[in-house]
């Protein structure tokens, strides 16, 4: 091999690695090649849910971010006014596309 190629190998084996560092859910366990997770958040006041709301981000690659997962968000999108439970799940698959969402249950 020579001393070109083997530049042109260790460029890429760098850049791959840094791109897939990039796009990861900072919480929880994290998986290099793919990981889903669901986080508990917290409990309401509410005894039981029967509806639930939902509200996400994604980035891609690391540099592009976009959405909202926040509770509002989340219980608007259920039409909830009383919380039951709240919970965070995450979802990577090598860093190159990640997703986080709020899940609330209530009623």
């Known amino acids: ?11 890429i084996m760098v850049a791959a690695f840094s791109v897939a560092g ?15 997770h669901t986080t508990p958040v917290a ?3 509410a005894s039981g849910g029967y509806r ?3 509200a996400c981000n ?9 959405g909202d ?3 509002e968000a989340a219980m608007r999108n259920g039409g ?10 995450s979802q990577s698959f090598f860093g190159t596309y ?3 969402c709020t899940v609330i249950v209530g009623s």
């Open 22 to 36: 990039c796009g990861y859910v900072s919480d929880g366990p994290f998986g290099w090649g793919m990981s889903y």
């Open 58 to 66: 994604y980035a891609f690659f690391g540099m592009v971010a976009i």
């Open 52 to 54: 639930e709301g939902q």
């Open 80 to 89: 909830i006014k009383d919380v039951f439970t709240i919970d965070s799940y």
């Open 43 to 45: 409990k309401g006041r």
């Open 69 to 71: 997962s926040g509770i």
């Open 98 to 100: 990640t997703r986080q």
């Open 1 to 11: 091999m020579t001393i070109r190629k083997a530049v042109v190998v260790l460029v």
